[in-house]
């Protein structure tokens, strides 16, 4: 896939070699393919389009704050043959669900990507859930970084999912770069730098799905 980028420049060379957030990539694997998939804060298009090139889901749907990457968004789905498949939307709103449902999007056939830096605590309501019950939603966990670090926010989204829905936490899990050659060529803090997503913490994840 080419295109260009709204995010930090320092994961760049994680996402050209496909490591950058490898476990959430692979848990995706897992559930894919659907019909739809929602991403909530899309920042460049990095996942929704890399999954519509890979043929994982059929429409992608993508929520982001910035007009700058709105415009990303656009010129990476034109440059990648991908316009006809994409919608782009705004910031994500407590209203959300009413956006989806005016779409036409059907929670048991969608897969919700989200990363909202802590808005995830609010703008997944119980009135969310209601709507979005039989989706399939991977959630970045952003609590550890808010305030005093507190996990009640997590608790507190948690205790709102349905009672058939299944919960697990992600966590980040060392790069696997073996056999990549550009990589293996480095020294080792370059190889460590370029494996790098960043983070001040460990990544974590909420995964929620339902029962086949």
């Known amino acids: 896939m080419t ?29 894919l393919p659907c019909a739809t998939l929602v991403n909530f804060g899309a920042a460049d298009g990095h996942f929704p389009l890399g999954l519509l090139k890979a043929g994982l889901v059929d429409q992608a749907i993508c929520f982001e704050m910035s007009a700058e990457g709105q415009r990303e968004i656009a010129e990476n789905a034109t440059a990648n043959g991908l316009s006809d498949r994409v919608v782009i ?8 669900h009413d956006t989806l ?4 999007v059907l929670p048991s ?34 609590d550890r970084l808010m305030g005093d670090g507190s996990l009640a926010p997590r608790e507190a989204l948690i205790a709102r999912l349905p009672k058939d829905a299944q919960h697990r936490i992600l966590k980040g899990q060392p790069k696997d770069w073996r056999d990549i050659a550009e990589i293996e060529a ?4 370059d190889r460590q730098l370029i494996c790098s997503d960043g983070r001040k ?9 339902y029962p086949k």
């Open 3 to 31: 295109g260009s980028g709204n995010t930090s420049a320092g994961t760049l060379g994680a996402k050209i070699f496909g490591l950058y957030e490898q476990e959430v990539i692979r848990e995706l694997q897992g559930l």
């Open 89 to 96: 939307q705004g910031a994500v709103g407590g209203g959300v």
């Open 101 to 104: 449902a005016a779409l036409g």
């Open 109 to 142: 056939q969608t897969l919700i990507l989200c990363d909202i830096e802590g808005a995830e605590f609010e703008v997944l309501s119980d009135a969310f859930f209601a709507w979005a019950k039989g989706a399939q939603l991977v959630v970045e966990l952003h």
């Open 186 to 189: 480095l020294s080792d803090n």
């Open 201 to 209: 913490v460990l990544g974590e994840w909420l995964i929620v799905t």
